[in-house]
């Protein structure tokens, strides 16, 4: 089952926020993120909060249901305005994430984003996404989102390879996520990601090798590639406890990562983020990025978290309760917790060092720096940036960022 939430103090029942949080907020970008808990089946791999029609028989009734969630997520999104009163920001991005957001009709996710437009403004230029399970779209539901103002999708492929997918337990066809990006395209989307995961049990090098390649070939301007992490709780745990499939080391993480960086950017895509590739900076995630550097978001719906102005705060889980609290006038917010400046500090090193800019050197302790000088001389840090006042990461030491992190935060 999903993980549990952390700990917390209790959230306002009308989700007040303390008056310093929204000190300088014009300053900063604001995003929203509406997540939407449902999914047809359970992926093996999956430890998000989402939920099967199974597991919500019988735990919420008419309450959990997704015939009126968007209904649900409208509510959210003005208590958001209520909070945040007279806040003249406009919303520079919205991603719709899941669970799988297209289970829902095309209708529903253009009336969430409707709710965000209508209650905040949208900026010029914003960035609205939605992520897409390739079985769940049609050209029809694509030109509707289109239309309905969103204008970028990402659809997760995962892999080009129809075994691999089976152990991932995903439903997709092979080569339906190639379609749907021409798809995409001729809907007129401008941007379009593929989401890619290296180091399934039982994937060769040649099978990582296809992936790549069928991706690129799709034509997206964007390319996620994650290395497989197997979280406790899930399916694919068991599995690999059981012995039915065998885990994938970290060499073999790192070799798969160094082929999708040399693949990618054989084929013009530069990386922007670990994880992240793009075929030009009007590629990259915007709303990604306002994550990495510690902008401002509200992430409506169960389970999903908020920060704005060094608050920080998650929603209950369960789509029942979630709707319960809404219907009842209440926040949903299940905690909270107001990060101290060492914490927020701490927080640019981990996210910033992940971007090609890197992290300035001046958040940096004594010990922090000196370990830094050392990562140069290993070559973890890129010498050229470091003399001009930032820390960013060597091919290598992109394989190595998190060992790198933890030193450079002392």
């Not at 997918?165 to 339906?176: F, I, K």
């Not at 039982?202 to 799709?218: F, H, Q, V």
């Not at 793009?278 to 409506?300: I, P, Q």
């Not at 920060?307 to 909270?336: E, I, M």
């Amino acid at each position: 089952m999903p993980s549990a939430l952390p700990d917390g103090e209790p959230v306002p029942v009308d989700g007040a926020l303390p008056p310093h949080a929204l000190a300088g907020a014009g300053d900063r970008p604001l995003g929203f993120y509406l997540h939407v808990p449902y999914c047809a089946t359970r992926c093996g791999y999956c430890d998000f909060n989402t939920y099967t029609a199974n597991e919500l028989r019988g735990t919420g009734g008419v309450l959990a249901s997704r015939d009126n969630y968007a209904d649900t997520l409208v509510a959210e999104v003005r208590l958001a305005r209520k909070v945040l009163g007279d806040d003249p920001r406009q919303v520079r991005t919205v991603f719709v994430g899941g669970g799988t957001p297209t289970l829902l009709p095309a209708a529903d996710l253009v009336r969430m984003l409707g709710a965000v437009r209508d209650e905040f403004g949208l900026a010029d230029g914003a960035e609205i996404t939605t992520e897409a399970n390739p079985e769940s779209v049609d050209p029809a539901y694509l030109a509707e989102l289109r239309a309905g103002g969103f204008n970028r999708v990402s659809f997760g492929m995962q892999s080009a390879r129809r075994h691999v997918l089976r152990v991932l337990d995903r439903t997709h066809t092979p080569g339906r996520p190639e379609a749907c990006v021409a798809e995409a395209r001729a809907a007129g989307f401008e941007h379009v990601n593929l989401d890619l995961i290296y180091g399934t049990p039982g994937e060769s090098d040649d099978d990582w090798r296809a992936s790549l390649d069928a991706a690129i070939g799709a034509g997206p301007d964007h390319v996620s590639a994650y290395a497989l992490i197997v979280e406790e709780g899930t399916r694919l745990a068991r599995r690999v406890r059981r012995g039915e499939v065998p885990m994938t080391d970290d060499d073999v993480h790192a070799d798969r990562y160094l082929t999708a960086d040399e693949v990618l950017a054989a084929a013009g895509f530069d990386w922007y983020e670990v994880s992240n590739w793009a075929a030009s900076d009007a590629g990259r995630c915007l709303h990604n990025e306002l994550y990495w550097r510690g902008a401002d978001w509200w992430g409506a719906g169960p389970g999903a978290h908020s920060h704005v102005g060094g608050v920080r705060w998650w929603n209950v889980k369960h789509p029942g309760a979630y709707a319960a609290a809404l219907t009842g006038g209440r926040s949903p917010g299940a905690g909270r917790e107001v990060l101290p400046e060492e914490d927020r500090r701490v927080e640019r090193v981990l996210l910033e060092l992940r971007l090609r800019e890197g992290c300035p050197l001046d958040l940096l302790r004594p010990a922090g720096l000196a370990a830094s000088r050392s990562a140069v001389r290993d070559g973890l840090l890129e010498p050229g940036p470091y003399g001009a006042g930032r820390a960013v990461l060597t091919l290598r030491g992109r394989l190595l960022a998190d060992a790198v992190v933890r030193d450079l935060v002392d």
